[in-house]
Structures are given as structure tokens and as C-alpha cells.
């Protein structure tokens, strides 16, 4: 068993997360989230999703990354095509 490092659960099931050199150990996908998750520059939400990055400022979508920042969010779009 080990130890979940947000909420201190030691639980038979916990995972381990290894990013950037670091490693993760959480009991629920809502802690790893809770620690990892980057949080959106205007609505303050968690970004589960991809996001969207405008000059290394993270936004959960487009719409946020227009409204929180008109002047370099402006080009912003959620999915571009492939």
C-alpha cells in the first residue's frame, strides 16, 4: 500500500504518476488531478482536457483564452484541423 500525497489515503489500489523527473503516488484520479492539472488563467478551472496555451499562458478553451487575454487570445481555437 502506499500513501496518496494529496489527501494522505494509504490505499491498496494507489498509482504512481512519474513526469518531469518526479514521481506521483495517488489513491483517486481526482487527487492526481487536484495536484497536477494546470488551473485556467481566466475561469480558474482545472485543465483536464488539452487546453489551450497562448504565449505560455494555459486556458481550459478558446473562448477563455479570448476573454481573458482579447489581445494575444484573439486567434485562439479549440481544435485546429489535421
Known amino acids: 500500500m502506499a500513501t496518496c500525497e494529496v489527501c494522505g489515503n494509504d490505499y491498496a489500489l494507489s ?3 512519474h513526469a518531469q523527473g518526479a514521481v506521483h503516488t495517488f489513491d ?3 487527487c492526481a488531478i487536484t495536484r497536477m492539472a494546470p488551473i485556467c488563467e481566466h475561469c ?9 496555451e497562448v ?3 494555459w ?6 483564452a479570448r476573454t481573458g487575454d ?3 487570445g484573439r486567434e485562439a481555437r479549440d481544435s485546429v484541423p489535421v
Open 15 to 17: 498509482f504512481e504518476v
Open 59 to 64: 486556458y481550459c478553451s478558446a473562448h477563455c
Open 55 to 57: 504565449d505560455r499562458h
Open 28 to 30: 483517486s484520479f481526482e
Open 70 to 72: 482579447p489581445r494575444r
Open 44 to 52: 480558474e478551472c482545472r485543465i483536464v482536457g488539452h487546453g489551450v
